[in-house]
């Protein structure tokens, strides 16, 4: 039978390594989630739209309390405004100036707050933490023609645990020059789980953006729906340029991803990030820190 795992998470503000599993949101963390009937159940859409009826009700606002205390969410850092429902304080923001992307023309900031994998390279043979085909380009923007310019690129894939500020900024500078939505299901998108079921970055609901920014060259921006979340919200105008910091979108109640193609040799992740990923360790990186470094000023 699956079973939920913890993940080993490198807490960066902390300097340790941390394991990391929600007892109140287990399923997230599920390893074999095709063997898992909850699985099965949960990563439907019909279920994302059940939950997301009931965690819209004054009912749910007695979780937020618990929740809060449990998961030591430290409220000073938000807008201090009473909550409606439980998915309304998942929609919280920050407070103007809690957090700061860098000055640096050439430094990449973390655009959500969440645990990151990285790789300057992805290799065909790559199996660990998370087999290479999982990360396939071609399948997971929908089209070659899309995936043509990022093969041989950095990847960064991004989780969002249910504990956190769900909202996605800009990493740069730029414009929109796509976006289209793909896929239909919510599967769990932990490392264990596309160990054991690789396609699920390729099932899931998700927005494809690609994004000419100022100091990183052309991006592939992934927004990937997962367990009860199905919902991604787009908050700024596609047609509209848009600037590092900025919001973008917004996940609704749950856990979610992100994975981002870069083309070969406008960017880099820190080496820290690479180093833990081969170890199988996320990094647990606040928005706005520094985690890429751009090797291209060109646009």
Known sequence: ?????????WDRRAGKLVEEMSDD??????????RSLSQWLKSHPLFDWLVAAYENTRWSGREIEPFIRKHHID??????????????????RFVPGARKFPSSPGEMGAFAEARYFAWERLEGGETFPVKGHSLNAEQI?????????????????????????????????GRTLSQHRLGGRLWTVNWHALQNKPDILFENERMVSILETRNFGRL?????????????????????????GEEKSFFRFGGSAIVMFGEPGKWRPFDALLEHT??????????????????????
């Open 1 to 9: 039978m699956s079973k939920p795992l913890p993940l080993p998470v």
């Open 25 to 34: 949101h287990p399923a997230t963390y599920e390893s074999e989630p095709q």
């Open 75 to 92: 409220m000073s850092e938000f807008e201090q405004r009473e909550y409606r429902s439980f998915a309304d304080f998942f929609d919280r």
């Open 141 to 173: 923007l929908g089209q070659a023609s899309s995936a043509r310019s990022f093969v041989g690129g950095p990847v960064l894939l991004v989780r969002l645990a249910p504990v956190d500020y769900h909202h996605v900024h800009y990493p740069d500078d």
């Open 220 to 244: 592939a921006f992934v927004e990937v729906g997962a367990l009860s979340v199905g919902r991604i919200v787009q908050v700024h105008p596609a047609d509209a340029p848009f600037q590092r």
């Open 278 to 299: 081969k170890q199988g360790v996320e990094t647990l990186a606040r928005l706005g820190e520094p985690i890429c470094l751009g090797t291209s000023r060109e646009m």
